[in-house]
């Protein structure tokens, strides 16, 4: 329980912006949002359940999740949309999920490849429309492997994408994947990220010929989708220090790496959200142990760099990353003072998708900003409280529409990686197969929230005052015209990378010009002066969930 006047009066504060809520609806806020209170072991949030109708959350869909987030960043793959152009074009590259080819013949992430679904096809259905489409894709750009995407009315009219998809692979004798991740499924696009880990385990990893790591340390990294070039200032330094990466899921990621992922000696997970169910796969069908990392923010660089290098043991990797370390830190340490000038005594909302909100709490700490609220629009429970809760959650009608799938190890290629005795003394020291949450990376008296929606983020503005805002473009344009800078933390604001030593640099310069900027002063919006609307919402006349 909160003791200290300074928590009752947020408590009361709180309260007092849930009792602008219909009663069932307040009711239902009330368990996803949680004042921290780090004397306690365990605070539970609800996550990962409907959003109620009529709220306005930032929430997106299970094909966004699929093919805009996990799939999408392959780039030696054609990616068909079968569905309406809407759906096409919003999941296409406004994510900023960079790649770069050795083959500028192989890199199609330009293209926006879609049926391109009309009225008629939607009466008389899709199939020979898809079929046809996959023909021309195979005739014109010659790719390796194809996914194809369920849209929302692909489900509803009942278009066979599986079958589809297996005819055209026995005829053009390549991968030809059908997702269907209709944009319905599940509550937010979390239930996307977990079709595609089942979808890439079943059909692509694995499927290529290697049978042993091909360099002394190899590595995979999942959860890395390479925004504004992210992944690529990380591989800067993993390469220098001897690591040779096999793959990125999936940022700059390509169906030809991907296929030898079982080779890997160790897994990092960056974002444990979108990818924690190949994380797991991997370990129980070729024993690869993964390691949750968190290459935003400098110490925790440091603290990833460290734990990996203690995993594999080896004094000369060891005594190579002290080294590293050292030349990054003198390197930026100068620029980050000089931002820091600016950004040191500052408050921030930290709001992101499914693990942002957590990784940039530790950067804006490290330029004295204070994160005064956090969260994730579509995480689980496990993402704010840790895997340790995982046992606790029951399955509900919406989650276990996307089945788990089911893996043996491999018969052939499954290795013993660490001996057990050295993994259990390994988890002592660091987050191997685990993930603490974001909770203990938190403060007292500040607010964890879940699908936090466009009203509870003005109202805790007006409690909070927080000095910049970060999360994505559904809500920033609303914060800026309440005279707070706001940073996009899911695309950058086109800059970038944010991630590893230089990343951070970036970012300290970012933030200092949306907080020194004079734009701000100029605003003032018209709710200052005098209210906008005056009314009351009646009992009983809610949306009735
Ligand atoms: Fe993982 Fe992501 Fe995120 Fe995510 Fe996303 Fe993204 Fe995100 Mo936007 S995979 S959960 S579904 S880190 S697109 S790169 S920024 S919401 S916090």
């Known amino acids: 329980m909160a003791v200290n006047e300074k928590d009752l009066l947020m408590d009361k504060q709180i309260e007092e912006m849930l009792n602008q809520y219909p009663a069932k609806v307040k009711r239902n806020r009330k368990n996803h949002i949680v004042l921290n209170d780090t004397s306690l ?26 093919k805009g987030v996990v799939l999408g960043p392959l780039k030696d793959m054609v990616h068909i949309v079968h569905g309406p152009i809407g759906c096409s074009y919003y999941a296409w590259m406004t994510r900023r999920n960079k790649a770069k080819s050795e ?58 994408i599986q079958s589809i998809a297996k005819a055209a692979e026995d005829k053009y ?50 959860g890395e989708y390479n925004i504004g070039g992210d992944s690529w200032e990380i591989e800067r330094v ?33 974002c444990h959200r979108s990818i924690n169910y190949i994380a797991d796969m991997l370990e129980k069908k070729y024993g690869t142990p993964w390691l949750k990392v968190n290459f935003i923010g400098i110490r925790s660089t440091i603290e990833s760099l460290r734990n990996m290098a203690m995993y594999f043991g080896d004094k000369e990797l060891i005594d190579k990353t002290e080294e590293v370390i050292a030349r990054e830190l003198a390197e930026i340490e100068p620029a980050l003072d000089k931002y820091r000038k600016y950004t040191n005594g500052k408050t921030a909302f930290c709001f992101v998708g499914g693990s942002r909100g957590h990784h940039y709490q530790i950067l804006y700490e490290e330029l004295g900003i204070k994160t005064l609220l956090a969260g994730y629009e579509f995480a689980h429970r496990d993402d704010y409280e840790g895997r340790v809760v995982l046992p606790d959650i029951k399955p509900d009608a919406d989650s276990k529409n996307i089945p788990d799938l089911h893996v043996e190890p491999d018969e052939r290629r499954y290795r013993v990686k660490i001996p057990q005795e050295r993994m259990a003394e390994l988890q002592e020291k660091m987050p191997l197969c685990n993930y603490k949450g974001m909770r203990m ?12 929606n466009h009203y509870e983020t003005e109202e805790f503005i007006r ?61 003032t919006p018209p709710w200052k002066s005098s209210p906008l609307i005056e009314g009351t919402i009646e009992e009983g006349r809610s949306c009735g969930c």
């Open 41 to 66: 072991e365990h605070q539970q949030i609800e996550a990962n359940t409907r959003t109620i109708p009529g709220i306005i959350t930032n929430r997106g869909c299970a094909y966004a999740g699929c």
């Open 103 to 160: 083959d500028p013949k192989k890199n199609f992430l330009n293209y926006c490849v879609s049926t391109d679904m009309q009225e008629s096809d939607i009466v008389f259905g899709g199939e020979k429309k898809l079929a046809r489409m996959i023909d021309e894709v195979v005739e014109i750009f010659k790719p390796n492997a194809i996914t194809v995407s369920a849209t929302c009315p692909v489900g509803l009219i009942g278009d066979d």
């Open 173 to 222: 004798g390549i991968p030809i994947m059908a997702f269907n991740c209709e944009g319905y499924k599940g509550v937010s696009q979390s239930a996307g990220h977990h079709i595609a880990n089942n979808g890439l385990m079943e059909h692509v990893i694995g499927r290529g010929d290697l049978e042993e790591a091909p360099a002394k340390y190899t590595i995979n990294m999942l």
């Open 238 to 270: 993993l390469t220098e220090l001897g690591y040779h990466v096999q793959t990125v899921m999936t940022g700059n990621g390509a169906y030809e790496d991907l296929k030898n992922a079982h080779i890997a000696q160790l897994n990092l997970v960056q």
């Open 441 to 452: 990376d938190m403060i007292d008296n500040t607010v964890m929230v879940d699908d936090l």
């Open 463 to 523: 409690i909070l005052k927080p000095d910049i805002f970060s999360s994505g473009i559904k809500d920033k344009y609303i914060v800026q015209k309440m005279g707070i800078p706001s940073k996009q933390l899911h695309n950058y604001d086109y800059s970038g990378p944010y991630a590893g030593f230089k990343g951070a640099v970036n970012f300290a310069r970012d933030i200092t010009m949306g907080i020194v900027s004079p734009t701000w002063k100029y605003i």
